[in-house]
């Protein structure tokens, strides 16, 4: 159980476009989901925190206008990188915690690797 | 400085050999993450912690809240342990949605 996935796993696309990460839990509602960065040789850094049914909460430094977020279930994030650039090729990684969950228990994504061209 | 210190950053074991890897934090937290990324980037939750110690399979994690510590431990380790591990403490009260702050992770390479 508590398995999450995201799709697609890997995306090359050229500048300039936009592109949509999806972050689902296959067996258990989510009401809160994190998305995350790293880039090579660093570590994960929190993006932002999805709460269904309302807007996303983003870290500093952030641009909420360039990196959307929509949880409109209980099951689903959507991550949408607009306009996007060089700079922001990176892997994407979501996790989401549970309904029930006991303290801050999170389950991962496998991750998206995305190489914007 | 960095709220999450590991140590080592990389090491480099024989196979059956013992692994500690060890992780300091500066905050208050309400627990622990011990996680794990194999080379394809993908992350695996290994253990949750708040107090005490947690054991799974090979696998033994303690934390010392009073001293801001926690420590994985791999016993008999084996190639297929080879990843980075990261520490990853959640900040803030109990319960509800409390963000991660991660470590640099622990480049583990297990030699047959």
């Known amino acids: 159980g508590a398995v999450v996935s995201q799709h697609p796993s890997w995306v090359i696309c050229k500048s300039g476009t936009s592109v949509k990460i999806e972050c689902r839990s296959l067996d258990f509602q989510a009401t809160t989901m994190f998305w995350y960065r790293q880039f090579p040789k660093q570590s994960l850094m929190l993006m932002a925190t999805s709460n269904e049914g309302s807007k996303a909460t983003y870290e500093q430094g952030v641009e909420k206008d360039k990196f959307l977020i929509n949880h409109a279930s209980l099951t689903l994030s959507t991550l949408t990188v607009t306009s996007a650039h060089p700079e922001d090729s990176s892997f994407y990684i979501c996790?989401?915690?549970?309904?029930?969950?006991?303290?801050?228990?999170?389950?991962f994504g496998p991750g998206t690797r995305l190489t914007v061209l | 400085k960095n709220e999450v210190e590991q140590s080592p950053q990389n090491l480099t074991a024989q196979e059956g050999e013992f692994i500690t890897i060890n992780c300091s934090y500066s905050?208050?937290?309400?627990?622990l993450h011990w996680l794990q990324q194999h080379p394809g980037g993908g992350i695996v939750s290994l253990f949750m912690l708040s107090s005490g110690k947690k054991k799974h399979g090979r696998l033994i994690a303690t934390i010392n809240i009073q001293e801001k510590h926690s420590s994985l431990h791999i016993t008999a380790s084996h190639p297929r342990d080879s990843a980075v591990y990261i520490c990853?403490?959640?900040?803030?009260?109990?319960?509800?949605?409390?963000?991660?702050?991660f470590g640099k992770g622990t480049k583990l390479t297990v030699n047959p």
């Open positions: 990853a403490p959640a900040m803030g009260p109990q319960g509800g949605s409390e963000k991660l702050v």
């Open positions: 996790s989401a915690l549970p309904v029930a969950a006991y303290y801050n228990e999170q389950f």
């Open positions: 905050v208050g937290i309400s627990a």
